[in-house]
């Protein structure tokens, strides 16, 4: 009797022990790090009720392991990014790190992706650099070279010849600068100033003096989500609209989360962007639909879009591995996907791991009585400008070394 008790006890224990085993195995998890609060708060809590959103749409089980999603705030400090990271890789030994708010956050936590070759899906942040940083990151957002050379085309077509860039200093603004100005200048137009502002705690007011005084045709602004709006209430504050100065920017000035509330002042403004909550297409109306839904009203702004895309990147990865892929498998597998996003098609290019995408040319007005960047023109399938720039740098100084020729990639195809 008690010897059979025993062998139960042991044969209970075992099972249990075995089903713990099995139940830790076949959970996956994401390390997603985060801005929830601080400066940039607004796009942590857009990607993570997209990511949510996500989820709940698609279910939680993926080749039979259970996605376990991990949030962790890092106030948008990079030194806190990369050790939430590190304790997201040690001790929560996850599968995947994705998020990343800011361009330093992601620069941060890069070499931590390529020496525990976790892959890194980079759903916010926006310097084309970034995925230089390690063979291990992904992008599902976008590049600011991309939307900046879109705009500087469409800018002379209409008028604006003089213009004074006012970006935030730090390398997507910087990024943003040199791609719009290098464009516009090669279509005849001209920077007449360049203003770089601070990105913690920016006063925009003794630049916007500075802008008044120089008398361009035109504004360009980068500041990054969740700072447009301050830019926007000084622009008008100060009369420069009245003065005859455009505003115009990357999407980021006039993004989805803020637009609505910046007042009719914002009518009229272009910008060049992958996405707005008013793009027309079916996936796009029951993405806001449903986002808005689930967030009491809230609008989805392209980092959410980030965000809800990057949760797909990984999710048809884990499919795709059949649930047995380490990091280099799944990273194999995020290469190269190509679907329909609510921003648009989209498409992971397998060699830079960058994102490339439409990008629209938009005008804010007004639907339903409410302020919408409404898109006008679309120019296509369109890669990522920095990376061409960087691999004929590479090309050119490979070539100097051996005499010519520069190694594959450099060569040009055989007729
Ligand atoms: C970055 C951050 C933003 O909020 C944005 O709109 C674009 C770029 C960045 O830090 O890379």
Known sequence: MKKRFLLQTLALAALAASTSGVMAQEKFKIGLVLPMTGQQATTGRQIEAAARLYMAQHGDTVAGKKIELIVKDDTSLPD?????AQELIVNDKVNVLAGMGITPSAMAVAPLATQSKTPLVVMAAATSSITEASPYIVRTSFTLPQASVALADWAPK????????LVSDYGPGID??????????FNGGQVIEQLRVPLRNPDFAPFLQKVRDAKPDAL???VPSGAGAAVMKQFLERGM????????GTGDVTDDDQLNDMGDGALGVVTSHHYS????SAL??????????????LRPNFMAVGGYDGMRVIYEALRATKGQGGGEALLGAMKGQIFESPRGKMFIDAQTRDVVQDIYLRKVEKKDGQLFNVEFDVIKDVKDPGKVKFLLFVCFFLSLGEGGGGGQPCQRPQP
Not at 176 to 185: G, I, M, N, V
Not at 277 to 280: C, E, F, I, L, T
């Open 80 to 84: 806190q990014t990369r050790r939430l």
């Open 158 to 165: 209409n008028g604006i010849k003089k213009v004074v860039t």
């Open 176 to 185: 943003a600068e040199k791609f719009f100005k290098e464009r516009l200048t």
């Open 220 to 222: 360009f602004v980068f």
């Open 241 to 248: 609209d009245k003065a005859g100065i455009k505003l115009i």
């Open 277 to 280: 909550a008013a793009h027309p």
């Open 284 to 297: 796009n109306k029951k993405f806001v639909e449903s986002f808005s839904a689930a967030n009491k009203g």
